[in-house]
């Protein structure tokens, strides 16, 4: 059965931009292209979970917490999936950020500041003095040109002694957390929002940075953010991150087990979140050969463009005509642009929906009878064609016994849509506009 057109505003949701995260207590710890903001979870929450005490919140594809962080702070239980080894650590960090001890972090970031900012001096003033820092730069991790200018590597690099010194374990995934937030701020490269070189973006290289000053005030935050936590009441305890596809066959969550699931997938349009991470993966030990960044392009929601272009034609693995007709459209376009062409971008679609209607079918079995799942996505262009994502995601929700309960627009433009910037999603002349929405799936009592 067709899912309507969206609706322009259904449950009085507040604008669900992500970048509203930069203000708020723990979310403002790590900029991520999320699917929205936490004003809109909480939304989500007051609506769909009026008056609980107690509730079993899921985010499949967590990121860096929004959802999560939000359950915690109502007392209840949270569970988070996420591929990328940053973002299931930044989850994780923020989750446990209520066991900090403030005046052990104060005590840190003064030793921090003292120790390396010595060191600053002396690369400063060019009195180092053959006073080397043990750290080196991750040999995998390579890039077109210098990630960091000479200089800010030496302070990035006595930086990483310091943060490698710290005993307590919560303090130092914690330093190690503020280093990544702000690792790209002081490099030769810049988000916009995909990584790339500052150059690249119109901007002058960066020659020389205090590590240590932007890392302090990163950390202060946090602090700020840890004695916050620490005048509320509620909180919950009760949470687990798993660094892991949500749709591997073997699932840790329990059939009819979530009340309420707030999520937000990635979005078919190809944003390549292990691509923009390479510098966190590298810097922090995650990943040290591209070998290991591939396998995570493999279970990634829809794989990548990249991943798939190649290959034979991908057609759907479930019936849906009207969505099927559509990729095939696709797939007969621009043919003479080769790999550039309709084939790929037929098979990018195909991947997306199979694994849309994998995750569907899983959140049906994971949700109790009478629970909601909020999904949050976008519109795509793919070589000129829309393929409106929410109302497919509705119509496959109701093949896998959901209830299609509400599709509405979220942001009516979207940030970032320039985030492909092949020419491939041009609609020539069209005046298709790119947006956020909601598909609001209920599984029957
Ligand atoms: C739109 S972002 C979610 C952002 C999140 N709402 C937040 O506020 O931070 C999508 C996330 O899905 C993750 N992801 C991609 N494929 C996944 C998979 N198969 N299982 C779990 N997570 C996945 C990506 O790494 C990314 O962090």
Same mark, same amino acid.
């Given at each position: ?56 919140? @899921? ?114 995934? @914690? ?161 003479? !642009? ?49 393929? !409106? ?41 069209? !005046? ?12 029957? !009592?």
């Amino acid at each position: 059965m067709p899912v309507s057109a969206p609706t322009i505003p259904s449950a009085g949701f507040r604008d669900a931009a992500a970048a509203d995260n930069k203000q708020v207590p723990i979310h403002r710890w790590v900029p991520w292209i999320a699917g929205y903001s936490s004003a809109f979870v909480q939304d989500a929450f007051d609506h769909y979970l009026p008056d609980v005490d107690d509730a079993t919140i @899921l985010d499949p594809f967590a990121g860096v917490g929004t959802t999560l962080i939000e359950a915690q702070l109502r007392g209840w239980s949270a569970i988070g999936f996420d591929i990328n080894p940053y973002a299931a650590m930044a989850c994780r960090a923020k989750l446990s950020a209520a066991g900090i001890e403030p005046d052990e972090l104060a005590d840190l970031i003064t030793e921090y500041q003292a120790t390396a900012g010595d060191q600053e001096t002396l690369i400063d003033t060019g009195a180092l003095n053959g006073c080397r820092p043990t750290s080196t730069a991750p040999a995998g991790f390579k890039t077109r040109i210098d990630f960091y200018s000479p200089r800010v590597m030496q302070k990035v690099l006595f930086t990483r002694d310091f943060i490698d010194s710290v005993e307590n374990s919560a303090l130092r995934d @914690l330093m190690n957390l503020a280093f990544a937030s702000v690792m790209v701020s002081f490099s030769n490269y810049s988000y916009e929002p995909s990584l790339g070189s500052r150059p690249g973006a119109g901007k002058p290289l960066i020659e020389d940075a205090s590590v240590v000053e932007i890392l302090s005030s990163k950390l202060q935050l946090m602090l700020d953010d840890v004695e916050w936590l620490r005048g509320r009441e509620s909180g919950s305890d009760e949470w687990a991150v798993y660094e892991q596809s949500f749709l591997e066959p073997e699932c840790p969550v329990h059939a009819n087990s979530v009340d309420l699931i707030v999520t937000s997938p990635p979005y078919l349009n190809n944003y390549h979140y292990v691509r923009n991470t390479r510098p966190q993966m590298y810097w922090l030990g995650f990943a040290t050969s591209p070998a290991q960044l591939r396998s995570l392009e493999e279970t990634n929601f829809g794989k990548f463009w990249q991943t798939v272009r190649e290959q034979e034609p991908i057609r759907l693995d479930f019936e849906h005509s009207q969505l099927a007709a559509q990729i095939e459209i696709i797939r007969g376009l621009r043919v003479e !642009k080769g790999i550039y062409g309709g084939n790929g971008w037929a098979n990018y679609a195909a991947t997306y929906y199979n694994d849309t209607f994998r995750f569907v079918s899983r959140i049906h079995d994971v949700l109790v009878p009478g629970g909601a799942a909020i999904i949050v996505v976008g519109n795509s262009l793919l070589q000129g064609v829309e393929l !409106k994502v929410e109302q497919h995601l509705g119509e496959i929700g109701e093949m896998c016994g959901l209830v299609c309960e509400d599709v509405h627009i979220v942001r009516q433009k979207r940030v970032g849509s320039s985030i492909v910037n092949t020419g491939a999603r041009e609609a020539a002349g069209s !005046k298709v506009m790119l947006y956020d929405a909601a598909t609001v799936l209920r599984k029957p !009592k």
